[in-house]
């Protein structure tokens, strides 16, 4: 006799505090029967005191923090492994919950704290000079795993409710992973969380037009950096290999159009590579290519890596590259390295194999 398949029965999953916008959290605990104004309450405790156990909400009371405790979680991603330099930089190896991993960047006094993070586990632009691109993209980062890296280094350097910078030049293309990227800038930028300014906050990308196109109408406008490096695109579409679909010119044309207040800039970062991207001719190049727009050129040599098929210029060719841009009235800087004893200086981010192990040969992609 056939006997009947027992049903299984499974528990509904938990609601994840970390991925909530604040009108979001809002909804959703008026949904279960309690008042909105206890969102904000919440998320001074997720941001402003870094608590992630409910039951430590002590102003809550008994019984929303019983139905939080056990409807919802606050998922923070663990650091793995910590490795410091002796000029102040710290870099975090970052666990995620599905074990993937990332990493992220303190970089003090560059003149404010910055916080260096990530979008993606993984890239997908295969850029000729940079590690991350050979690991291929693994998957998009959450709103909430976005946030959680900011979190969890405030807390690390003990920066919580005091002022730093945050640039996404982490792992990944942001514009690429444009939905959760530009949820985590709102969530960072409410005033009952964390209430940082876009203006502190910088986002680094390879030119992705559509992207670029959707942040035109963005009523919350981070600092736009542009990674050109290149100045044909016969030549950008060998190291980027995006810019077959994507032309200087598209992208120039795009930045033209945002509105920019009379101190803000476009920054245009351009790694230079020796006998690549550094001739005078290069750089008159760029000049012709940047007229008309408010910029800044951050000139990045080159900081070699096992894998990368490039060399750093010699300073000559640098100070010569520089003082073209000056005298033609660009505004420019010369990207100093840091953390080059830990292996994060300016250029790359990697994590291949067994993490822990390899936590010592990473590349982490930093601003200066």
């Not at 101190?263 to 750089?283: H, K, M, Q, S």
């Not at 990207?335 to 292996?343: L, P």
Request: proline letters at 5%.
């Amino acid at each position: 006799m056939l006997q009947k398949k027992q049903e299984r029965t499974t528990n509904p999953p938990f609601l994840d505090l970390a991925e909530f916008e604040l009108e979001e959290l809002e909804d959703t605990l008026e949904s279960h029967g309690t008042k909105r104004f206890h969102a904000r309450q919440v998320y001074r405790w997720i941001y402003h005191r870094g608590i992630t156990d409910p039951l430590q909400m002590t102003d809550l009371s008994k019984s929303l923090r019983e139905l939080l405790h056990s409807e919802f979680r606050i998922t923070t991603p663990h650091v793995e492994t910590e490795s410091s330099s002796r000029d102040g930089t710290r870099k975090f190896l970052i666990k995620l919950g599905d074990n993937q991993h990332i990493e992220a960047v303190f970089i003090p006094d560059t003149p404010a704290m910055t916080f260096c993070i990530s979008t993606q586990v993984g890239c997908a632009m295969a850029c000729g000079f940079c590690l991350t691109g050979k690991m291929g993209l693994a998957r998009n980062l959450t709103a909430g795993e976005i946030v959680g890296q900011v979190r969890l280094l405030a807390t690390k350097t003990k920066l919580l409710n005091r002022s730093f910078n945050i640039v996404l030049m982490g792992m990944g293309e942001p514009l690429h992973n444009y939905d959760a990227t530009m949820k985590a800038l709102r969530i960072l930028h409410s005033k009952h969380g964390l209430a940082i300014s876009p203006r502190r906050i910088t986002l680094s990308t390879v030119g992705i037009v559509p992207g670029l196109k959707r942040l035109l109408d963005e009523p919350l406008m981070p600092n736009l950096a542009i990674s050109l490096h290149a100045t044909t695109d016969a030549q950008r579409t060998k190291l980027i290999p995006p810019g077959r679909k994507y032309s200087l010119s598209d992208i120039l044309e795009v930045c033209r159009q945002f509105p920019l207040t009379k101190r803000n800039r476009i920054t245009f970062e351009y790694v230079l590579l020796a006998g690549v991207n550094d001739t005078a001719e290069d750089a008159y190049r760029l000049v012709q290519l940047l007229s008309g727009i408010k910029a800044k050129v951050n000139l990045i040599p080159l900081n070699p890596a096992p894998g990368i098929p490039f060399n750093r210029p010699s300073d000559l060719s640098i100070n010569q590259f520089a003082k073209i841009l000056a005298k033609r009235h660009l505004t420019i800087s010369v990207r100093k390295s840091r953390g080059q004893d830990i292996n994060a200086a300016c250029g790359q981010l990697i994590v291949e194999g067994d993490p822990k192990k390899s936590a010592g040969q990473k590349i982490s992609s930093l601003m200066q």
